[in-house]
């Protein structure tokens, strides 16, 4: 059974550019969880898709957006990025909403110059 | 709002060890607690997941158990191995929640010395 796949690994942006990464879930894992990690501040929440809705969103600002397709693949997209926004971005797949077991992809390696 | 911390920060420890790491939340409304792996650049490893009905889980030389009430997990690892040479964090999913949000604590770094 494939796992969590994420696309891109890396990244390099040059800043006021803009960026999509994309998530492929487990089959037939229908939540999809987007987390930022940065050594300052560790792991971070985004948001969460479940059947193409936005469940949960972090503290984020607004040029952090997402989306869900019907076969609960999951882009995020960072607009005018800053060199603050370096960072390995994770994606979570989950079976259903609420109390379940995360599984998480390798990760995207973004790089803001 | 939920925390989480995770002490220590950084453990190093000869091959052979049976060693203990501690995870503390804030919120003892949870629905679960998730340890997890995390090699260098990699993403996340799911070690074990305990719901908050339960008190321990075991997986090989794994054990972790969960203490709601105090706002405690540990994470107990047997005859250490250079191979589990990591970084270990902890997260919770805390009650109400209307989707799958994680709170992840800071991470223990882990090196197991041949």
């Known amino acids: 059974k494939a796992g969590v796949t994420q696309t891109p690994r890396y990244l390099i942006k040059t800043r006021g550019q803009q960026v999509t990464l994309s998530c492929s879930p487990i089959?037939?894992?229908?939540?999809v969880s987007w987390y930022q990690q940065t050594p300052g501040q560790g792991l971070q929440f985004l948001f969460e898709y479940f059947s193409e809705t936005q469940r949960n969103k972090g503290n984020f600002p607004g040029r952090f957006s997402g989306r869900q397709f019907s076969n609960s693949r999951s882009e995020m997209n960072v607009s005018t990025l800053e060199l603050g926004d370096s960072a390995l971005y994770l994606c979570?797949?989950?079976?259903?909403?609420?109390?379940?077991?995360?599984?998480f992809g390798q990760g995207t390696r973004l790089t803001v110059v | 709002k939920q925390e989480v911390t995770q002490i220590p920060a950084a453990l190093s420890v000869p091959e052979g060890e049976n060693l203990v790491l501690n995870c503390s939340f804030t919120d003892s409304a949870i629905y679960n607690l998730q340890w997890f792996r995390q090699d260098p650049g990699k993403g996340l490893t799911s070690l074990l997941l305990i719901q908050s009905s339960q008190r321990e889980q075991t997986s090989g030389r794994l054990n972790a158990s969960l203490d709601k009430s105090s706002g405690r997990s540990t994470l107990y690892i047997a005859a250490s191995q250079p191979g589990d040479s990591a970084t270990y964090l902890c997260a919770v999913e805390t009650e109400p929640n209307a989707g799958n949000m994680l709170t992840f604590g800071g991470g223990t770094r882990l090196m197991v010395k041949p």
């Open positions: 089959s037939g894992h229908r939540s």
């Open positions: 979570a797949s989950s079976l259903y909403v609420g109390d379940t077991e995360a599984f």
